[in-house]
């Protein structure tokens, strides 16, 4: 009961902290709406530390357990990581391909997948704050949380990954605007996604760090690699 509350507590989190977190703070007698985008942007960093903290908090054994095992062979499991990336990378891309084709198929919006390219973006702070955000913080919260979270209710391997592509592709597409069929094309690569970093987390004796350090590179990187293969 308590793993269950503790996961429901840090989806809450993940997916609706934002969307309350400037009404709350004008509660307190703070207007957002006339600070600069250099404050905002750090308030929001600020909200993703502290949803950091929180799920560090709770699943702090686990994380630092899989750490240990994880640094034990360092290089052939960070090699072995970034053949997860690949793979990841590409299963993901031909599901955006096929799920674009479905929704052409029945003329509705297709929304692909987004990438911050940190290699384009100019170095001032606030795309530092939000690479930091988006590709660091952002992925490792979401890791933890549909994957670790989600599999630590279970101990059916199958049920546990089934269950991590779905939930998460709920609260994705519950982030998501357009009709029905839209939001149900646009969430298949997401599901995509999850259901593999579930494997990998899976396949590596429940170890977090293979899916966590996966899913950190795939947003990095994910972009450009496409872009060469293509």
Do not use: H, Q
Request: aromatic share 16%; glycine share 4%.
């Amino acid at each position: 009961m308590y793993k269950f509350i503790k996961l429901l507590g840090c989806l809450v989190l993940i997916n609706f902290a934002t969307i309350y977190y400037f009404d709350i703070l004008s509660l307190i007698g703070l207007d957002v709406n006339t600070y600069s985008l250099l404050i905002k942007n750090i308030l929001i960093l600020g909200l993703y530390l502290i949803i950091l903290f929180l799920v560090w908090c709770l699943y702090k054994g686990d994380i630092t357990r899989d750490f240990r095992r994880f640094k034990r062979n360092l290089f052939p499991n960070l090699l072995m990581v970034i053949v997860f990336f690949i793979v990841v990378t590409l299963a993901v891309k031909v599901s955006e391909y096929f799920s674009s084709l479905i929704a052409d198929y029945f003329k509705v919006t297709f929304f692909p997948l987004t990438f911050i390219n940190v290699f384009s973006e100019s170095l001032n702070i606030n795309n530092i704050i939000s690479v930091i955000k988006s590709t660091l913080i952002i992925p490792f919260i979401s890791s933890v949380i549909y994957v670790l979270g989600i599999n630590d209710l279970t101990r059916d391997k199958n049920k546990g990954i089934l269950c991590s592509g779905l939930i998460a592709t709920i609260f994705i597409g519950l982030g998501l605007k357009g009709s029905f069929l839209t939001i149900l094309f646009s969430v298949i690569p997401y599901f995509i996604l999850y259901i593999l970093l579930a494997w990998i987390y899976r396949k590596n004796n429940s170890n977090i760090c293979y899916a966590s350090i996966t899913l950190i590179l795939y947003t990095l990187f994910a972009g450009i690699l496409i872009e060469k293969i293509l």
